[in-house]
């Protein structure tokens, strides 16, 4: 176990009196929010850099890479940096982990989501992450969307425009990444996006999932504790407990963490065909949790419950055939198709996604609900 992963279950464990995660996660955003200032200088060389034609890398925790690379609402144009070295007028987002250190060679910007570890030419944004009891790469994917939407208006006022992602579960996501050639075409030409004052990207990404925080715990408290119980029973009794996840962030979100040790972790992609999905055994009084993304895990469901297992799952749309089964709960994340949520006048899709941080809080928020 890495010392980040460690430093990851203490973190966790301490802050289980804090209360509940999806208002944890709304209060690390207010943090980043104080941060904003500081964000402003670093976006501003960051930016100049890009539109001078250097490149944008993404290094360090893999969780926090995928995150931030092939993202919907994120910028076509970063890449891993894994063996590449970055060179003097690019820009690298680094997520820490252990004792790791991005490849980079003099004059390279170096924006680390966390402590400074002493880098030349490094800038560093904090997590917040033991300040608001949330995991730690919860924190990092906050301070990193913030700072890419300012990032993203930087350019804009410099009159260039990066290409976004939009979600491949919407009509235009594939054709969008072949048009652009999944960023080799970074920059729009000509798209007409009105320059954003400094500040403003960021506070409507915080705004908006702060309010998308806000009704999950308003509308889904009673089924979260549900789901509480029934995971709690299901420990008393010696049953199973799974928690299937897909997304970026996932599954290391859970298998990598004390998640991990209470739920047994796999990938299932709902609604996208030609996955493998897990062949676990389910029988009465197991529960399973699927973290998911836009489609329900129908397939999921109905093999579970006819195993007399519990389900619970999180997802934008619900499976109808089990709206009223009293051992399936759904939670509604909140966020709309296109997972991006923030609007630049002028800009062809929306940019900065809410899953990750979201559906990570609701994650962590049953694993707490999990004890007795």
Same mark, same amino acid.
């Given at each position: 176990?890495?010392?980040?992963?460690v430093a990851i279950n203490?973190?966790?464990?301490?802050?289980d009196?804090?209360?509940?995660?999806?208002l944890r996660a709304?209060?690390?955003?207010d943090?980043?929010?104080?941060?904003?200032?500081?964000?402003?200088?670093i976006?501003?060389?960051?930016?100049?850099?890009?539109?001078?034609?250097?490149?944008?890398?993404a290094?360090?925790?893999p969780a926090?890479? =995928?995150e931030?690379?092939?993202?919907?609402?994120?910028?076509m %144009?970063?890449?891993?940096?894994s063996?590449?070295?970055?060179?003097?007028?690019?820009?690298v987002?680094f997520?820490?982990?252990?004792?790791?250190?991005?490849?980079v060679?003099?004059?390279?910007?170096v924006?680390?989501?966390?402590p400074?570890?002493g %880098?030349?030419?490094?800038?560093?944004?904090?997590n917040?992450?033991?300040?608001t009891?949330?995991?730690?790469?919860?924190?990092m994917?906050?301070s990193?969307?913030?700072f890419?939407?300012?990032?993203?208006?930087?350019?804009?006022?410099?009159g260039? %425009?990066?290409?976004?992602?939009e979600?491949i579960?919407?009509?235009?996501?594939?054709?969008?990444?072949?048009?652009?050639?999944d960023?080799?075409?970074?920059?729009?030409?000509?798209?007409g996006?009105?320059?954003?004052?400094?500040?403003?990207?960021?506070?409507?990404?915080?705004?908006t999932?702060?309010?998308?925080?806000?009704?999950i715990e308003?509308?889904h408290?009673? &089924?979260?504790d549900?789901?509480?119980?029934?995971?709690?029973?299901?420990?008393?009794?010696?049953?199973?407990?799974?928690?299937?996840s897909?997304?970026?962030?996932?599954?290391d979100?859970?298998e990598k963490?004390?998640?991990g040790k209470?739920?047994?972790?796999g990938?299932w992609?709902a609604?996208?065909?030609?996955?493998?999905?897990?062949?676990?055994p389910?029988?009465?009084?197991?529960?399973?949790v699927?973290?998911?993304?836009?489609?329900?895990?129908?397939?999921?469901?109905?093999?579970?419950?006819s195993?007399?297992?519990?389900v619970?799952y999180?997802?934008?749309?619900?499976?109808?055939?089990?709206?009223?089964?009293?051992?399936?709960v759904?939670? &509604?994340? %909140?966020w709309?198709?296109?997972?991006?949520?923030?609007?630049?006048?002028?800009?062809?899709?929306?940019?900065?996604p809410?899953?990750?941080?979201?559906? =990570? =809080?609701?994650?962590?928020e049953?694993?707490r609900l =999990?004890h007795?």
């Open positions: 176990m890495t010392p980040f992963i203490l973190v966790c464990r301490a802050a009196a804090l209360g509940s995660h999806v709304a209060s690390l955003l943090s980043c929010r104080a941060d904003l200032p500081a964000v402003v200088p976006v501003k060389d960051a930016a100049s850099r890009l539109v001078k034609g250097g490149r944008l890398w290094d360090g925790l926090l890479v =995928s931030v690379c092939g993202r919907a609402g994120g910028l %144009m970063i890449r891993r940096l063996d590449a070295k970055a060179g003097p007028g690019d820009v987002l997520f820490p982990s252990g004792d790791q250190r991005p490849n060679e003099d004059g390279c910007l924006v680390t989501f966390g400074k570890t %880098m030349p030419c490094e800038r560093a944004l904090p917040h992450a033991s300040q009891g949330v995991s730690p790469a919860i924190g994917a906050a990193a969307w913030v890419t939407g300012e990032m993203v208006a930087a350019c804009a006022r410099l260039r %425009m990066p290409v976004m992602y979600s579960g919407a009509y235009g996501g594939h054709p969008r990444i072949q048009q652009y050639k960023g080799e075409i970074a920059w729009h030409e000509d798209l996006v009105k320059p954003v004052p400094t500040g403003v990207v960021g506070a409507r990404f915080i705004d999932v702060s309010r998308m925080l806000g009704r308003k509308e408290r009673s &089924d979260l549900r789901i509480g119980e029934w995971a709690r029973e299901a420990a008393r009794q010696g049953k199973r407990l799974y928690m299937y897909m997304g970026h962030i996932f599954p979100e859970i963490t004390d998640i209470v739920f047994r972790s990938v992609n609604g996208f065909r030609g996955h493998k999905t897990p062949d676990d389910y029988a009465q009084g197991d529960l399973v699927h973290i998911g993304y836009q489609h329900p895990p129908s397939d999921l469901i109905r093999k579970v419950r195993a007399g297992a519990l619970a999180v997802s934008i749309t619900d499976d109808r055939d089990f709206r009223r089964d009293a051992g399936v759904r939670i &509604d994340p %909140m709309d198709w296109p997972d991006a949520c923030v609007e630049i006048e002028g800009c062809d899709v929306p940019i900065l809410a899953s990750g941080i979201i559906n =990570s =809080s609701v994650a962590w049953i694993y =999990s007795d």
